[in-house]
């Protein structure tokens, strides 16, 4: 399973968000600190759901970092999120 299957995967199982996209932009960091050959370095990460409801910007991110795991999560170089509810 590639980082961007599992990143889909726990966040489906932990949110089951209205909207979820996961976008890989490795590439066009290609020469940039932390640019892993073969990509899945640098996500986009735009996400839907009720269970964000009533949490704030930083309370929303640790919960995807969460859910995510400190494994995952160490070894992506840059995540940009976009959480809304």
């Known amino acids: 399973m590639t980082r961007t299957e ?4 726990r966040l489906r199982e932990a949110f089951a968000p ?3 996209d996961v976008v890989d932009e490795s590439e066009r960091h290609r020469g940039h ?9 640098h996500y986009r990460v735009t996400i839907e759901s ?7 910007r ?3 991110h640790r919960a995807v970092h969460a859910a ?3 494994e995952l999560v160490a070894e992506i170089h840059a995540l ?5 509810d």
């Open 18 to 20: 209205r909207v979820l």
């Open 58 to 60: 930083i309370e929303r």
């Open 68 to 70: 995510l795991g400190p």
């Open 33 to 41: 600190a932390g640019y892993q050959e073969g990509g899945e370095s």
């Open 6 to 9: 599992i990143i889909e995967t």
């Open 80 to 84: 940009a999120l976009k959480i809304s």
């Open 50 to 56: 009720e269970s964000f409801q009533g949490l704030g």
